[in-house]
């Protein structure tokens, strides 16, 4: 029986599994974060170590393809090199994606349409017949609007600009100091200058827990988050001149667990695309990788 090992690298964990040709789930590994764009070496090791896990439970005869979605695989010669490193332990045919074409595969298949991933980043990705492609994906020095990282850091700015104006901290900057075990602005810069992508993007979750009580600073970043991810989408569309009815597949824990999030992505894309619809699935990325083998075979996805 064919298998397909499929990993799923995304900024907070990887999540590795070994399927079979219909994407029934045989084994399962879990690691830390696997984007190289933040740490080259610690994402390579928690890559390796899935990997291992995973050829570990089955063996690699019946393996065909290992495929990797990966954050940050179209920065630079990220993923030429991740799979060159990932090379030496085995010798199987190693497939290396942006994260969010592996999760568009695990959802809309051979469709035309359009993948937008918000969780600890931000990306779309689209295809149209044989055209592809993406807005957002910048990481998180140069983009990821809407993500968790980017209201996180949204509402420690405004932590910040409340202590240079001598103001006392709101609500919300009192709850920031207070998850990160801070008093001042001295703890929130060393926090954030001292920690990874993922930890950061944490606080998005006291955000959360400020707008369920009704503040009006934090349901306005969660706002302005849906609104950013809906002009990425919208322009993304328009790029790949996907005009009628299109799909729109929805990824990420800010796009599928928060309310506020999702229904002004939905109302800001509607005012441009009134007949889009829309997936919302907890399938997990991962397993986009037996759609992607078939793809590749077929000659409509290239990886090289």
Not at 43 to 55: G, M, P, Y
Not at 59 to 80: K, Q, T
Not at 275 to 296: E, F, H, L, Q, R
Request: glycine share 10%; aromatic share 4%; hydrophobic share 40%.
């Amino acid at each position: 029986m064919t298998r397909v090992i499929g990993i799923d690298a995304g900024g907070t964990k990887i999540q590795g599994l070994v399927l079979d040709s219909e994407k029934n789930i045989l084994f399962q590994s879990l690691s830390g974060h696997g984007n190289p764009t933040v740490s080259f070496d610690e994402a390579l090791t928690n890559l390796s170590s899935v990997i291992q896990q995973c050829l570990e439970h089955t063996s690699s005869d019946e393996v065909s393809h290992i495929v990797i979605g990966m954050a940050g695989a179209e920065s630079g010669n990220l993923a030429h090199r991740i799979r060159m490193e990932l090379q030496r332990m085995t010798s199987l045919p190693i497939i290396v994606l942006n994260d969010a074409t592996l999760a568009y595969f695990s959802l809309i298949g051979n469709q035309d349409g359009v993948m937008t991933i918000a969780g600890t980043g931000s990306i779309c990705y689209g295809r149209n017949g044989k055209q592809e492609g993406t807005t957002g994906g910048w990481g998180h020095l140069l983009g990821d609007e809407g993500s968790a990282y980017h209201i996180a850091i949204e509402a420690c700015k405004q932590a910040s600009m409340e202590m240079d104006s001598g103001k006392p901290p709101s609500p919300l900057s009192l709850d920031i100091l207070n998850e990160i075990g801070a008093s001042d602005g001295k703890g929130l810069k060393g926090f954030i200058y001292s920690s990874v992508k993922g930890e950061i993007a944490k606080l998005a979750k006291v955000v959360h827990k400020q707008a369920e009580a009704g503040n009006e600073s934090a349901l306005l970043l969660f706002k302005n988050a849906g609104e950013q991810l809906a002009r990425q989408t919208t322009t993304l569309m328009e790029k790949l001149q996907i005009t009628a009815k299109p799909v729109i597949a929805l990824k990420g824990s800010v796009l599928e667990h928060n309310v506020v999030v999702q229904s002004t992505f939905k109302e800001g894309v509607s005012e441009r695309f009134p007949d889009a619809s829309y997936i919302i699935d907890s399938t997990s990325p991962a397993t986009g990788a037996v759609d992607v083998t078939k793809a590749i075979r077929e000659g409509r996805l290239s990886y090289e």
